[in-house]
């Protein structure tokens, strides 16, 4: 398992990547500037339904689509669920991250750098639309749309087991 240091040296380089690129946080706005250190920090986690949605705007089959774009990804005590992957991840594409990279910098696969823009803004999903980095409230859904992953087959949507790291403690795999 990852120790408390490794997410608070994640921080740190997500937070220097942030200020370079002028977060909407640090300069006390209250739009969005695209700096895109949410998408560097983490994917917006999408719903099976979203994902769907994803597949059918790039006009592929969800199967390939997941194959191509999407890895697994799982967080103790949350059903394993389909994630955008991230630049440093494509390796996995398809399957579970590799604990080794889950920390590694990247952007999510969709996040234009130089235009600062999401390349499926008209789909993405509902944490990404409402996602505001000034606001320290939390996503009042962020729960249903974790519990939207509990008892979907991930293999229906091409991704590839297994789909839970084999070494996570037993006490973690059950559902929160
Ligand atoms: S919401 Fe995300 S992309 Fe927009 S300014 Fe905040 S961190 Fe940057
Ligand atoms: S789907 Fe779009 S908004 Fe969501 S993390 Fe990726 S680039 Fe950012």
Not at 148 to 176: C, H, T, Y
């Amino acid at each position: 398992m990852f120790t408390i240091f490794d997410t608070l040296d994640y921080e740190e380089r997500v937070d220097k990547l942030a200020k370079r690129r002028g977060r909407a946080k640090e300069l006390g706005l209250t739009e969005c500037t695209g700096c895109g250190a949410c998408c560097a920090r983490m994917p917006c986690v999408p719903t099976p339904a979203e994902v769907y949605l994803i597949a059918e705007f790039l006009r592929m089959r969800v199967e390939d689509c997941v194959r191509k774009y999407f890895v697994v990804y799982w967080l103790p005590k949350r059903p394993p669920y389909l994630l955008q992957a991230k630049t440093s991840w494509l390796s996995c594409v398809g399957n579970l991250v590799e604990r080794s990279l889950t920390f590694e910098d990247g952007y999510c696969i969709f996040y234009d750098e130089d235009n600062r823009t999401c390349k499926i803004d008209s789909v993405k999903p509902r944490v990404g639309r409402e996602y505001k980095c000034w606001n320290t409230e939390q996503l009042s859904f962020i729960d249903q749309t974790y519990k939207s992953w509990e008892g979907v087959d991930l293999e229906l949507f091409g991704a590839r087991p297994p789909f839970i790291p084999v070494d996570a403690p037993k006490e973690l795999k059950q559902n929160g």
